[in-house]
């Protein structure tokens, strides 16, 4: 079999994104049941993603491919790792441009505010937050929106692997300011799956950006506040 068959295709991006949404509800459910204790509201939809993703990525392993090489799992020279960190920084500096962009046009957006709950209550919180933002979420959500989707569309070129998969991942995080920031996020992500074939990069990318803004709103310098 050639590494083309091997490689996921429509049946692996269906099942792992219909898979993510049904994933999201119990979070979602608990989140919604939480709303008189923000603070752990706020802890837990930081793993809603992370959850979701990891679920939905092994249920896609499960149905027909069984090399985790093929979902992305290879290692990378350092260069990439750090490349990934440094994309992450260009990722939150243009963030920041768009959601001040949102603020002055559109006005505030507190879509994000339950994750801000938690990031401002003390260390243990923030803390547990940070785990599950930077950490869970990244893998989670790495495994299935590069490994699965933008894998899976880079056989039609950069513009569906790289555009049309950053796209599906902005939508899966909803309305408001956090769709292009997401888009954008996305887009760096699936240059670099698509450059080094790996996820680990993209991984790193995740979580370094991820963890950038547990702290800007830790420390109470998140523009959409």
Not at 21 to 32: D, E, N, R
Not at 101 to 118: I, M, T
Not at 160 to 185: E, R, T
Not at 203 to 212: K, Q
Request: with cysteine; hydrophobic share 55%.
């Amino acid at each position: 079999m050639t590494a083309e068959l091997k490689r996921p295709g429509w049946l692996e991006i269906i099942v792992g994104v219909v898979a993510f949404f049904l994933l999201l509800i119990p979070t979602a459910v608990m989140v919604g049941y939480l709303q008189d204790q923000p603070v752990l509201q706020g802890v837990v939809a930081s793993t809603g993603g992370g959850t979701a993703g990891l679920g939905a990525f092994l249920l896609v392993y499960l149905l027909r491919i069984r090399s985790l090489a093929v979902f992305g799992f290879k290692s990378v020279s350092l260069r990439w790792l750090l490349a990934g960190a440094g994309l992450a920084v260009v990722g939150y500096g243009l963030s920041l441009l768009i959601q001040y962009g949102w603020l002055h046009f559109v006005g505030a957006d507190q879509s994000q505010s339950v994750l801000h709950n938690a990031a401002q209550a003390g260390a243990l919180a923030f803390t547990l937050s940070l785990i599950g933002g930077a950490v869970l979420t990244p893998l989670g959500e790495e495994f299935l929106f590069r490994g699965v989707v933008a894998n899976a569309l880079n056989r039609y070129g950069a513009w569906a692997g790289i555009g049309l998969s950053s796209v599906i991942f902005g939508l899966i995080h909803g309305v408001g300011v956090v769709l292009p920031v997401a888009i954008m996020v996305g887009v760096l992500s699936a240059i670099l799956f698509r450059k080094t074939g790996s996820v680990w990069p993209c991984v790193v990318l995740h979580a370094v950006y991820n963890g950038s803004q547990s702290l800007a709103s830790a420390l109470g310098s998140a523009p959409m506040q």
